[in-house]
């Protein structure tokens, strides 16, 4: 059968029920041989339910993405005061070691001047 309207003339002068079933059967047949690929199509039905399947999973990242971009930011700031705390600290104990240092030079100058 190359086409629908012989397939339907050889349905319609069929004498019974039996070889029209059989005609249909070999036309169907015909089709998924030319058509092998027939099965896996996809329907626009299936296009839209996937599109929105991935919409759907495309929110939720955004979402957990959202919340680990937040969750960095709050330990961003908690390291940067940490470290401002701790360059703070080191340059209290740098002073603490400067100034003693410095009247212990002034005193060893003048201990050398007044021996001279």
């Given at each position: 059968m190359a086409?629908?309207?012989?397939?339907?003339?050889?349905l319609a002068t069929a004498p019974d029920d039996k070889t029209r079933a059989k005609l249909i059967a070999e036309s169907i047949e015909r089709l998924e041989e030319r058509y092998p690929h027939l099965p896996d199509l996809t329907?626009?039905?299936?296009?839209?339910e996937t599109e929105l399947s991935l919409r759907k999973e495309i929110g939720q990242v955004r979402?957990?993405?959202?919340a680990e971009i937040e969750q960095?930011?709050?330990?961003?700031?908690?390291?940067r005061s940490e470290l401002k705390t701790e360059i703070a600290n080191v340059k209290l104990?740098?002073?603490k070691w400067i100034i003693p240092l410095m009247f212990a030079q002034v005193a060893a100058t003048a201990a050398l001047v007044k021996l001279l």
């Open positions: 086409s629908a309207v012989q397939l339907y003339e050889a329907t626009r039905a299936h296009l839209r979402s957990e993405l959202k960095l930011r709050l330990e961003i700031e908690q390291l104990d740098l002073i």
